[in-house]
T-cell receptor, first 114, second 115 residues
């Protein structure tokens, strides 16, 4: 069975500074990896996903993530954050033959201050 | 992109009553839908997998007699919380499996408050 660990529950960051959100997973089979953002009292928005191919994935709103198979990681980065990036970020994984069924990490709250 | 809707977006009910939440895929057929629950300041937890025309598959620890799932058509799955109690108050989110590999589309969620 797969599991997802988000190493930071909260990440404070100043506006225009870079941010990295860490995500590690464990699985015995091939996986698909996702990052979602959730604004207060709203649903989920897909930021990016890794299915195969290039390990560097670019998503919306300037976010990117790198898949590292040897370290079983899928860290999310943004070089310069905005106040509007304040939100909860979830890393998620689905296994190859049961894609669509997601296991979510605990989430990382990003708080951007001026 | 594909759209998934949920109805209602929020609902308040009295303890002991039942509540039905609908999840619809608006512009595609979804043979498989998923129901998640999210408690305040927590992550999403998968409750069950809903397959069109067959019984839902529930995750360990989810009471199938309390959370009734029906997926009677390719565009509609419903979750009925029976005999709701305050501890069932949560944000319920559905997703629909798309036609392309690893595609899934989330609904906007339904906030249930049981008083």
């Amino acid at each position: 069975a797969q599991s997802v660990t988000q190493l930071d529950s909260q990440v404070p960051v100043f506006e225009e500074a870079p941010v990295e959100l860490r995500c590690n997973y464990s699985s015995s089979v091939s996986v698909y990896l996702f990052w979602y953002v959730q604004y207060p009292n709203q649903g989920l928005q897909l930021l990016l996903k890794y299915l195969s191919g290039s390990t560097l994935v670019k998503g919306i709103n300037g976010f990117e993530a790198e898949f590292n198979k040897s370290q079983t990681s899928f860290h999310l980065r943004k070089p310069s954050v905005h106040i509007s990036d304040t939100a909860e970020y979830f890393c998620a994984v689905s296994e190859g033959d049961s894609w669509g069924k997601l296991q979510f990490g605990a989430g990382t709250q990003v708080v951007v201050t001026p | 992109g594909a759209v998934v809707s949920q109805h209602p977006s929020w609902v308040i009910c009295k303890s002991g009553t039942s509540v039905k939440i609908e999840c619809r895929s608006l512009d595609f057929q979804a043979t498989t839908m998923f129901w998640y629950r999210q408690f305040p300041k927590q992550s999403l937890m998968l409750m069950a997998t809903s397959n069109e025309g067959s019984k839902a598959t529930y995750e360990q620890g989810v009471e199938k007699d309390k959370f009734l799932i029906n997926h009677a058509s390719l565009t509609l799955s419903t979750l009925t919380v029976t005999s709701a109690h305050p501890e069932d108050s949560s944000f319920y989110i559905c997703s629909a499996r798309g036609t392309k590999l690893a595609e899934q589309y989330f609904g906007p969620g339904t906030r249930l408050t049981v008083t």
